[in-house]
């Protein structure tokens, strides 16, 4: 599994389901490159739920072409194809019958993986998503809470260590501070081990925290496809620009990671020089640089990433804007 | 208590025909649920799964209000009178309750779990022995019990086209007017169906369990 994360490449894909009038997905042509947290945003009805279920073949396109590592979905045995993609949904859809070990072990076991190796991963993915391997391994879902049941759900999606992570409003049923905890983790967990994702929202601000590549859908249509920070610079649509709110560009900000405009730090490393940690976001950077500091280090613990300059904010803003 | 003891003395001497009696009626019994529940188990399953699927139950459903009397009835001209008779009878009875549950209990699987199963790579088969039966057994096997009940409750008028059972027993406390003899043929088809619910309960538990 040390192979990068494929690209998953939609070319022209309509899918009209029956008896519809128009159709839910109209023609989408989009590239995810591997390795990308691409986050798919747009109003409800938007095509954006059918668009990822297309992915994994849950729904089949009515016409065009979903490429993973450049291999036609259409070709692979739908249920082959499924063992190399986790998913994870609104409504978690675990297993009411099964203990929590049971449900995450699901994959694992259809793929063969002897007893001890199971256990040791389960034990692994339940410690991963923050729950006391000892306390929860046996309970049944119902006995957890809406978060925790979230938590297994992910845990149970990435039991086979999958290269593509599908993810469909995971955290739409959970309460504000457990979703903001979670949105930390799933990031921490990318930053850890790199996998193509495609996560579906409605929610702006899940979407700017979250985003490598964001894609604005409505009507079954690609509205802009970018960086967000340089959606958030230059929205293509009067209607991308609504949606994100393009005009409270402080808040937005405030969940872009500051990652997004890092710059190489030069040999130049001051200690004394004004620095964020590197889970800071671009609005406490920008806040900091008004502040009258030329520029900032970006450091994780002693170690330095980079800096942050407004120079540096402005060009990551337009280097992704012609992109898209 | 004059009755009790009366029904007790019947049942000591005439213990060859009781036994007789409740032996046809548990192959009997026992012959329909288990015709029913070949037909009606796969026919419930597919019905739960496929859009004819609401009529065929609607259709059951209409049949259910034919009284199991008017069935005897119904079956005699073409059958004759016997154990066949009485056992088509029995098996069309048995049906509904076992086929509506199944399509029910399949149909209340959470389609959320399914979504899951099917995206995590199930195949279909896979997908309905680990996710959908285990979770549809309660409601499968609710309806199972209720066939029991209705079928061995139904089977004691076997005996009026000849299929022997309880009913013999019963029939013949009536003509004879010996309330003991009625008593100890009706206690008896009473405490079968008791025993028969019971046991697909254990049935439940058990597969649930291991499920």
Redesign the interface.
Same mark, same amino acid.
């Given at each position: 599994m040390s192979a990068s994360p494929p690209e998953i490449r939609f070319d022209d894909v309509v899918k009209t389901f029956g008896g519809a009038a128009r159709a839910a997905v109209n023609g989408v042509t989009l590239s995810i490159p591997g390795g990308t947290f691409a986050v798919i945003l747009g109003p409800s009805g938007c095509g954006k739920t059918t668009l990822l279920k297309t992915v994994n073949r849950l729904i089949e396109p009515s016409s065009g072409f979903i490429f993973v590592g450049g291999v036609d979905t259409a070709s692979v045995d739908p249920v082959r194809l499924r063992r190399g993609m986790g998913y994870v949904i609104q409504n978690v859809g675990l297993f009411p019958h099964m203990t929590v070990s049971e449900n995450i072990a699901t994959v694992p076991r259809l793929v063969g993986q002897d007893d001890a190796q199971i256990r040791r991963r389960v034990d692994e993915l339940i410690d991963v998503v923050h729950l006391p391997p000892a306390e929860y391994r046996e309970r049944r879902p119902r006995a957890l809470s809406g978060g925790q049941q979230q938590r297994v759900g992910l845990a149970r999606a990435l039991a086979a260590d999958p290269p593509i992570l599908l993810m469909d409003e995971p955290f739409g049923a959970v309460d504000a501070i457990e979703r903001t905890h979670l949105q930390d983790e799933v990031a921490a967990l990318h930053a850890q081990r790199a996998r193509t994702v495609l996560f579906v929202t409605h929610d702006v601000d899940e979407a700017f925290r979250l985003a490598d590549l964001l894609i604005v859908m409505r009507d079954g249509r690609v509205e802009q496809s970018a960086p967000p920070l340089a959606m958030l610079a230059r929205p293509a649509t009067a209607f991308v620009s609504d949606l994100i709110g393009a005009d409270d560009v402080v808040r937005r900000l405030r969940a872009i990671h500051v990652s997004a405009a890092l710059e190489p730090a030069g040999e130049t490393d001051a200690a004394d020089e004004p620095s964020v940690d590197s889970h800071a976001s671009l609005g406490d950077a920008l806040s900091l640089l008004l502040d009258g500091a030329a520029r900032l280090a970006v450091r994780d613990g002693a170690d330095l990433r980079g800096v942050i300059t407004v120079a540096g904010i402005l060009r990551a803003a337009r280097r992704g804007a012609t992109a898209s | 208590m004059h009755l009790v003891a009366q029904s007790l003395d019947f049942a000591l001497s005439h213990r060859p025909e009781i036994v007789v009696a409740l032996r046809q009626h548990i192959a009997l019994s026992a012959a329909a649920i288990a015709a029913a529940s070949a037909i009606c188990l796969p026919l419930g399953v597919a019905a739960s799964r496929r859009p004819w699927g609401r009529s065929v139950i609607t259709a059951v459903n209409a049949v259910r209000v034919i009284p199991s009397l008017a069935l005897l009835a119904f079956v005699l001209p073409w059958l004759g009178l016997g154990f066949t008779s009485a056992l088509i009878a029995l098996i069309v009875l048995a049906c509904p309750p076992i086929l509506v549950n199944t399509d029910i209990a399949f149909r209340g699987v959470?389609q959320? +779990?399914?979504?899951?199963?099917? +995206?995590?790579?199930?195949?279909d088969a896979?997908i309905l022995l680990r996710?959908q039966t285990?979770?549809a057994l309660p409601v499968v096997f609710s309806g199972l019990r209720l066939a029991s009940i209705e079928v061995v409750a139904s089977a004691t008028l076997a005996t009026l086209i000849g299929a022997g059972g309880l009913g013999d027993i019963i029939m013949a406390g009536l003509e004879l007017e010996q309330p003991a003899e009625l008593l100890v043929g009706s206690l008896l088809a009473a405490l079968l169906a008791v025993a028969a619910a019971a046991a697909f309960s254990a049935g439940e538990r058990l597969a649930?369990a291991r499920?």
């Open positions: - | 959470d959320y +779990a399914i979504e899951a199963a099917r +995206a995590m790579g199930m195949s896979q996710v285990p979770l649930v499920s």
